[in-house]
């Protein structure tokens, strides 16, 4: 019988490690790779930073209580917390979408109004993307690009001892906030829901 190893057991990192452990760089412009916050590029003497991220309807948000506009300024602004966490400063994003039919033109304009309000906010701009179907669902990436002073740039392993850590906002919020969500989510499937994201469910097409 063939070897089987369920995906969960490595975790997120050590996914990302055994798909990655054969990658060879092969341009001398390759700062560091894969496994920070995001890459560094050297580029006529600047240095690029880029990260990505998918984000997947049911696994990373449930558009019962997400409104798409919410959505997409999410979808910008996670991928340029990556570039911040790196020292550098956003400067550009791209957006690639795929979706099913049960997403109507103007469910896409509500999620590009929050695409554009987080680039209007961090100055950063959109210069490209991608869109595709999908069977069921919706499937978002971002690519964000920053630049950083030369070798100036913060590593995850430069972490040490006695740093001084500072975060924004309040700690604990998002997952208070999410933990009520859910559970209004599972009481109101019991009766007739009324949803505060009336407005998104709204600009979804009646089809399947």
């Known amino acids: ?65 997400t409104p798409l506009k919410h959505l997409g300024y999410k979808s910008v602004v996670v991928n340029l917390s990556d570039i911040c966490a790196m020292n550098a400063t956003p400067t550009h994003v791209t957006v690639s979408i795929a979706f099913s039919n049960r997403f109507s033109l103007e469910a896409l304009d509500e999620f590009y109004e929050g695409v554009y309000a987080a680039c209007e906010r961090y100055k950063v701009d959109l210069v490209g993307g991608d869109t595709s179907s999908s069977q069921k669902g919706f499937f978002i990436s971002v690519t964000a690009v920053g630049e950083v002073a030369p070798d100036k740039f913060v590593k995850r392993s430069t972490a040490q001892k006695g740093d001084l850590v500072c975060v924004t906002g309040d700690l604990g919020a998002a997952y208070l906030g999410l933990t009520i969500l859910e559970r209004e989510k599972k009481s109101s499937s019991k009766t007739r829901r009324c949803s505060p994201t009336w407005r998104t469910r709204r600009t979804l097409s009646a089809a399947s």
Do not use: P
Not at 28 to 57: C, M, N, P, R, W
């Open 1 to 65: 019988m063939e070897e089987r190893t369920e995906i969960e057991s490595l975790g997120e990192f050590g996914l990302i490690d055994h798909l990655t452990r054969n990658i060879e760089i092969h341009n001398a412009s390759t700062i560091l790779g894969v496994g920070d916050d995001a890459a560094v590029i050297d580029h006529f003497g600047k240095q690029t930073v880029i990260s990505t991220d998918v984000l997947v309807e049911n696994i990373h948000f449930d558009l019962m209580y």
